[in-house]
């Protein structure tokens, strides 16, 4: 992604505009080449006259000497910048060039400059200089430089003085990493050239050595620009790197590189805060905006990103080692303990950072070592998955980040995490009675799934809605919908289910299509993106433990991770309103998926489960009776059910208005989760930790009305998001019985909503699957076929 | 240009290669609003563009939905009326076979029947497009998800070479009423198609339409079926049975004019107004050609498509046949 732009970048930057940039400079000063050279040949003759001379010892005109030296080299070298081939002969050296070539000239102004650096004196101010003017001519030189050994050596032996004890200083630090960056962006040009770099050990048995590169590793995890600039040249590098083994070795086997970048993210995440202010209370992840103003954070991440982009382009050696460094360098020792910290403002945190990690990483390689270490690593005994998913259970923060965190794991569509969370538990079909498992491949045709859902939607629920303007709908009847929206306002409430017009707003309608014919468009327009037939990959089709005779425990579960979700989901009452944003948001993207096992087990309504076994219907029921007593004792529910809805349209009006750019994005499409509108979680999460929104949203709500009482009353925090509730009958009420109102009147709203979508899913899934599994229908295929990625 | 088509184009969907044999080059003209595109169905072995629902089968399997079609009386009642639109009233679904915990289809859920209806038309004809039956194309109704149109291109035996385009209406109690009817807008000369109205019988087939057994892609192959293996029994154009029993070669000739004649007439304009009926013309270099080539060299795309695809579905590190994590060898990252 981000990444090649970066690279991209880099490699186009450089001396090509440089170049241009030095000559319109130099342009009055060009003078014929003869002069130039005869110019320079004096130069020279000059510098000859003081190298010649017994070193540099002699304390009388020694100090003249260095600067005549200084001066002469200035010279030499801004003029050889300059030089270009004849063009009698355009692949030959130009003729300075040759002449400094054929005199060595570049290693012995060096290496007689280097003698002086024994005295001690202003050797920081004369390295600085070198590396300029080195700098100068690398980047500014009008032919390929470095294909000349000498050049080559005189550089060598720049950089390996740079490791010479001398007290670092800012000045020399930009310098070296300048120097170093034109060199890698030069030898992007021609790759070729790295391995002449490559120096072969001094003596038996010692290492190589790449000056180039190991002068740039300690500036790795820099802050600011020179920490940059030295992560993009060493990004350079390591693109090289993958084509020569030799470099891919080198970095592998004889440099520290790995490990300096795994313990470097250890380190940094050291520095992280241990606690985050949390802007507000539906705060539950963090955002670009969030982190960038937290410099340990942003610093963490650049390094993160440059891991990541370092696994992207570098040799394969390289990308094993740098993986299993981080695995056991900073996974295991650090974000492990950092996760079983025992204080809820630590897990909170260690959570959210986790959560911005995965989402932010995108390299198979890099994901594979985070996922591992999450499914199977184990911190004293359980995995770290184990206790993520426990948290759920939590309250509201802790179960909120933790959410969130499932969230973006799913989101990377990755089968392994699936399989571990839910699939291993569904997969021997114990939770279903015997003589159903044939039945868990079957295709809901005819929405009765989602007559069900729908069905329960609590009655108390369905009227007086103050429904946002209805999309209307595309329908096939002639009439269009004018015939129709009287008479079914009435009846319906909102309107159409949520997903319906996800279908509608990209196709421009001339006049009322059918849907069916607006389908197919949208198909259309998507490309290829039509669903690709999902190849089996894992042969599930052939092993799931054929289990027919075996009897299944009687307290056979769903997994840990359904249990969960399914306990906060029959809370739904009492969980704030931004925990079931997140719950339903995280079942509805669990129901999208393709997957037999997975859509019959939320979605087929039909299935009988062994009793043990609790159904998404069951638990959807029971928040129904709960709602609908609820309302029953409250006796002014349909006015406070109708101030909520009336808050969270507005609010998620706000969020609209302001397009659907900001939130965290799934890398990949998934053409199902895609092609589905954002649940109305998301909706109106979107932005949603900014405080100001939220008062807008109550301003909108409240301005017609004006009444003021109903803002300051109620469960919520100061600067809380979800305005307060008016309270019953101008009565004071208990701040707990406040908050207990509020919950489950907002629960009121979402639930409705979440069955619509729900219905909306399981017929999204009757249209897909068709295309999805690739199977006959006849015949006894085991139940799980058709496992494939999870994905279309 | 239409994007419909554009899709279709670009799901192109093979042609059986001995299916072709004997027939000309096949142009379609379907006309929209924004012009006319076009689609020829090109020579043995290209994969067919347009909107081939195109399978090879084998006779043998055709005979699945055969054999139990219950005499019918011959209906001569013209059936040319526009199909019954389904009317706003809400199509309420009740279930014909006896389902368990039925939802009460009152209330508000009720209000959604049109949905749950338009989404089972539009899982079926995903079947349909899946069945991917030979020399049989159709489109939905721009106006309503219960017409379709179609044509069915005849490619050996007594039919071979007929073009016949046909619309089918779809009951608006889909699926728990009668069969869908399958009408030709010029009456074949055959046993089983009304002389008169042009619609096939379709019930014999499909005595009684059983939701989540019986499909719309089985009417298709029915409808193609019968120009291959002809049926007399109870025939609702009694002259053509007789005929075929009788006297082979005088039915022989009939069906020849029968298919010069839907072949003169398949540069009409098509029987029911609507944007996205189908429509013949003559073959326009200036219109089809550049069509032509396009739906000729769509051909590798889908597998680049495919492979594409495969690369954004997700991640898997799982050992095929293993429902172990990372249970496959070392770094194959995506599948």
Redesign the interface.
Known sequence: MERMNWLSRLASRGPGHRVTQGASLQTPVVADPETCLMVFKNHWSQVVRILERQGPRVAPGGADDLSAVRNHTYQMLTLLAEDHAVPSAPNAPGPLLEFALHEDLLSRVLAWQLQWDELGDGVEERRAEQLKLFEMLVSESRQPLLRHGPVREALLTLLDACGRPVPSSPALDDGLVLLLSQLCVCLAREPSLLEFFLQPPPEPGAAPRLLLFSRLVPFVHREGTLGQQARDALLLLMALSAGSPTVGRYIADHSYFCPVLATGLSALYSSLPRKIEVPGDDWHCLRREDWLGVPALALFMSSLEFCNAVIQVAHPLVQ?QL?DYIHNGFLVPVMGPALHKTSVEEMIASTAYLELFLRSISE??L??TF??FL??HRHDTHTILDTLVARIGSNSRLCMVSLSLFRTLLN??????L??LV??YL?PCNHVMLSQKPAVRD?D????A???F??L?P?CC?HCAPSPPRPEHA?????GPS??SG??ED???PG??SV?SSSVVTVPR?S??????L???Q???G?????????R????A??PASSPGRRPSPAEEPGPFMAVLFAKLENMLQNSVYVNFLLTGLVAQLACHPQPLLRSFLLNT?MVFQPSVKSLLQVLGSVKNKIESFAASQEDFPALLSKAKKYLIARGKLDWAEGPAAGPTPR???SLVKSRRPSLGELLLRHAHSPTRARQAVQLVHQPGRDSTGLGLGGGSPGASTPALPPRGGATERPGEALRVKNAVYCAVIFPEFLKEL?AIS?AH???S??LLDTSEEGNVPPVSGF????? | M???????A??GRKVGPGDDDGCGQDTICIRD?GGPVTFTRPPSGFSSPGFPLEKQRSDGEEKTATGDGKASPPRTAPKKQLPS????ALPI?KPTSP???A???N??????G??????????????L??QKLPGVYVQ???????VWFGVIFIRHGLYQDGVFKFTVYIPDNY?DGDCPRLVFDIPVFHPLVDPSSGELDVKRAFAKWR??HNHIWQVLMYARRVFYKIDTASPLHPEAAVLYEKDVHLFKSKVVDSVKLCTARLFEQPKIED??AISFSPWNPSIHDEAREKMLTQKKKPEE??N???H????????????Q??SKEE?T???
């Open positions: 094993k993986v198979p390689a994901l594979r996922l591992r499914l199977l990377l569509s990755c089968e392994d995490v399989l571990q699939l291993r997969v295709v045709l005819y929405g009765r989602a007559d069900k729908l069905s939607i009655r369905r329908s096939w009847a002639r009439g015939r129709e008479r079914r009846i319906t409430g159409s289910p319906d001339p009322t299509p059918s849907r069916l014919a389908f197919l468009r198909q259309s327009l490309g290829s993106e039509s669903p690709a037939p999902a190849p990959s894992p042969g599930l052939s092993s039909n990949r499409s998934d219905a017929q009757a249209v897909t068709p295309f494939g990625p999870l994905n279309p | 239409n994007p419909f088509w554009s899709m279709s670009s799901s609003r639109i389904p009317k706003n679904s389902a368990p915990a939802p009460p289809t209330g508000t859920h009720a209000a959604y049109p949905f749950y209806l338009e989404y089972s038309l539009l899982a079926e004809f995903t079947l497009v899946k939905p109704s721009y106006h309503s998800a219960l699926p939701r989540n944007p996205y498509q495919h594409k695809s495969v954004v579905a997700g991640l898997s590190w799982v050992k095929p046949g293993s429902v994590p990372f770094k990252g995506t599948t």
